[in-house]
């Protein structure tokens, strides 16, 4: 069991003391940091050295261009040492160490000294060295007569060196022979020539003939070459210098081990679910059960998952030929079950007189088949209610014994609103339960090679929230669906049935004036029956940590109401939001909904990055509806939208929501569009910064009968955006992550229209003006 105190979404104004705080120890910081340059106590007789420069000179007399930006940023990667970091010309880390001394006396000096950054001196520097080095890089780029110089500029003290490589025009590929004695393997490799990462034309690179081995070597290993290695692949270079053209010769090193050149077959199959790392090995008499001819270690009931669930995943099989591929598809497939916390996949050459034959040998740890969880937490909102939460879950692994999995969850909840009334709580219980396949339940057969488990989703939840002095309001939910990876970066979820049904009841009077005040929310509230589908499309880089730009993009689609309406048509009813129709005698909806999210991810060398996102969304009520149900509608503002502003406070338009009614319900809109970009950069190993810039508001649609604020107008939308900018500061330990982000509005859509641009309006030392304007949003994790 575990409990936690969890915050979520919580922003709020900058108390004004807290706004004097901050804005005098950054002054006093930037006073500390411009005072020490981190020079003056160098030894005597160093210099710093600052860093280097790569100049390019063109030795031949020839019109072909060379990709200059190339060549310096290759070049730039032999510079040794790396100078000391900087930051707007200062070096807080080295001034932090030359602070301490070299002899520090002292916790806090020796504290600074341990999180400063040593001096780099100019003695360190090799210049003849990295000369070498620059010439050997260049070298394997196709520019094989290279030469590079360097020099020294010297300051009172500093010292940097100038590179100066003196290039010619990049070598190119006139032919590529493939000359492999050995006809079988020589066929593969001709047959897998559309493929090839080099051709007739392309530049010089010898990392680039390095990845083309490897490529070879993985299209050798799918065709039951299990011993072969990139390093048995030569490629032979013979150059023209009057043409600057290289001829390459492809083919296999001497000396080559039999076994490389042999195609292996799967033999046996061996396959132990139950194994335990600490496991001794078993005799050789113990029962065993064949399925589709692979033996399953132990007796048929001992088996806790049924084996052939076990053999929709396993895609080696006996007497077939050995693949690379089908290897990593088990492997992966097993391990995406779910049940498993370890999976091995062991091949050895098989103990008979043939040759060329493997044995595979499955060893599978399992997690336990049931688990406990209970979580305390404290959640305080934008909203002001604050209060306890409890969730409760079991999770059951291998239901039926086709590791199917159970979960079983109850949350409740208590939130009031501090300084406020005590009569103003609500209270909350919300049971579920979700049951996931590892398959496609269907009806017909659906085969996939992919190396992930599709998934079938059953879920059924119902959730009670009584909000005292407002309202009771009921939801049931049920969902049947599937998700499914093609690849490691391309997720799709498909839902063909998604219901909900809420009931709003004991509405009292402080709640119907809110409603009689927006009209089109009262609509929305009645109409909360909604029976459709959905579809999401997710394709994401952002496990590819050495990519130096990730990107990021998601698109959803959903309908309701449809089948609702064709079945009214096919009766003779047409269904129209004047007299809409109902179905188990609720109104139904009937809508389209569409957003797309994308983000890039630019990673620089020092680990800072730039994060930029773009969120567009457009939904359309049709038929029986004349507005979207209000759990269907598109919110800006707050922590992960645009942090200037309170949650869920932005639009519809130009209009400014109020504070008194913004604590019971929010105004959405059927329209949305958010900017955002950040700088983010470390600042002392778990801590990091951020400067940001957010952008974004909600519309209603014209033919919306709500006249709250301005409609979506192509004219004139971008001069009805909000922006806001701040700084934050995020605690990062991985696998948590709390932020802090404090933000300031530079534009207010709702003000008149020569107006909205507030930054000459900016006053820190203003405590009304921070009160007003200054936002604190903590959270938890990166807002995109």
């Given at each position: ?40 106590h ?112 010297e ?88 043409n ?30 139950n ?68 999976v ?27 688990t ?10 934008t ?47 919300n ?23 599709p ?18 309001m ?12 093609a ?49 999401a499309?997710t ?40 007299n809409?129709?109902?179905?188990v ?39 029986n ?46 329209i ?22 957010d ?24 001069n ?30 709702w ?34």
């Amino acid at each position: 069991m575990k409990f936690k105190s969890r915050i979520i979404d919580r922003t709020n104004p900058i108390p004004s003391f807290m706004g004097w705080v901050y804005k005098h120890v950054i002054i006093l910081v930037c006073m500390l940091l411009v005072a020490c340059s981190g020079t003056r106590h160098l030894p005597k007789g160093e210099k710093l050295y600052t860093g280097a420069e790569i100049r390019l000179v063109r030795t031949d007399n020839t019109a072909v261009k060379v990709n200059k930006g190339l060549i310096k940023s290759i070049a730039k990667e032999s510079f040794r040492p790396i100078p000391n970091g900087s930051f707007l010309g200062m070096r807080p880390k080295l001034s932090l160490y030359m602070y301490a001394g070299e002899n520090p006396k002292g916790k806090f000096k020796k504290w600074l000294k341990k999180i400063g950054e040593a001096p780099v001196l100019m003695s360190a520097v090799k210049p003849r060295v990295t000369s070498a080095v620059i010439d050997s890089k260049l070298f394997n780029i196709g520019i094989f007569n290279s030469l590079t110089e360097s020099s020294i500029v010297e300051k009172k003290r500093t010292s940097s060196i100038i590179y100066t490589s003196f290039i010619h025009q990049r070598f190119t590929i006139k032919e590529i022979i493939q000359s492999i004695p050995q006809d079988s393997l020589s066929h593969i490799i001709h047959i897998a020539n559309n493929m090839s990462l080099i051709h007739v034309g392309d530049e010089y690179s010898l990392d680039l003939l390095k990845t083309e081995r490897i490529r070879i070597d993985a299209v050798l290993k799918n065709r039951g070459y299990f011993y072969f290695n990139p390093d048995y692949l030569l490629f032979k270079a013979d150059t023209s210098a009057v043409n600057r053209t290289v001829s390459l010769r492809l083919t296999l090193k001497e000396n080559i081990p039999e076994n490389a050149l042999t195609v292996y077959r799967i033999n046996h199959v061996f396959i132990n679910q139950n194994f335990s790392l600490s496991e001794e090995p078993k005799d050789s008499t113990i029962d065993t059960v064949m399925v589709r001819r692979a033996v399953f270690m132990g007796k048929a009931d001992e088996q806790s998952i049924t084996p052939r669930v076990i053999m929709r995943s396993v895609f080696l099989r006996k007497n077939q030929i050995y693949s690379r591929e089908n290897h990593n598809i088990t492997l992966n497939r097993l391990m995406s079950m779910g049940n498993f916390k370890f999976v091995q996949v062991k091949l050895t050459e098989s103990d008979t007189a043939a040759t060329g034959l493997l044995d595979v040998t499955i060893l599978m740890t399992p997690l336990p088949k049931h688990t406990f969880r209970a979580e305390l937490d404290v959640v305080s909102k934008t909203n002001y209610y604050t209060g306890p939460q409890l969730n409760i879950s079991v999770l059951n692994r291998n239901t039926f014994r086709g590791a199917e999995q159970l979960n079983l969850t109850m949350a409740g909840s208590f939130e009031a609103q501090l300084g406020q009334n005590n009569s103003n709580y609500s209270y909350s219980l919300n049971p579920q339960a979700e049951l996931t396949f590892p398959r496609f339940l269907v009806p017909f057969s659906i085969k996939s090679r992919s190396r992930y488990n599709p998934k079938t989703r059953l879920l059924l939840s119902y959730n009670y929230m009584k909000r005292v002095v407002y309202f009771d309001m009921n939801t049931f939910q049920f969902i049947y669906g599937f998700k499914w990876k093609a690849s490691t970066r391309v997720e799709q979820e498909f839902n063909p049935v998604n219901i909900s049904y809420t009931t709003v009841r004991n509405q009292t009077d402080s709640f119907n004036v809110i409603l009689k005040k927006y009209p089109f929310l009262q609509k929305s509230y009645e109409e909360q029956f909604i029976a459709g589908a959905s579809y999401a499309f997710t394709y994401n880089e952002m496990f590819l940590p050495a990519k130096k730009i990730q990107y990021y993009f998601q698109f959803n689609a959903e309908t309701a109401g449809n089948l609702f309406s064709v079945a009214k048509l096919l009766n003779g009813e047409h269904a129209n939001s004047t007299n809409p129709s109902k179905m188990v005698g609720a109104i139904y909806s009937q809508y389209a909904k569409l957003n797309v999210e994308g983000r890039a991810y630019y990673n620089f060398e020092d680990k800072n990055k730039i994060a930029m996102r773009v969120y567009a969304g457009v939904a359309n009520p049709y038929g029986n509806s004349s507005v979207m149900p209000y759990s269907k509608q598109f919110f800006s503002g707050g922590p992960n939208s645009v942090r200037a502003f309170q949650i869920n406070s932005l639009g519809p338009g130009t209009n400014q929501q109020n504070d008194s009614t913004r604590a019971i319900l929010q105004l959405g809109g059927d329209i949305k569009l958010e900017m955002n970009a950040e700088y983010r950069f470390g600042i002392y190993r778990f801590l990091k910064g951020a400067l940001f810039v957010d952008a974004g508001n909600v519309w209603l649609q014209r033919s919306n009968p709500s006249k709250v604020g301005t409609p979506f107008l192509f004219p004139t939308f971008m001069n009805e955006m909000a922006v806001g900018a701040g700084v934050g500061l995020r605690l990062d330990v991985s696998f948590f992550i709390l932020r802090f982000d404090v933000a300031m509005p530079l534009r207010k859509p709702w003000l008149p229209d020569n107006q909205r641009w507030v930054i000459n309006q900016i006053d820190f030392g203003n405590p009304s003006w921070r009160t007003r304007n200054l936002v604190l949003n903590i959270a938890i994790g990166y807002p995109f």
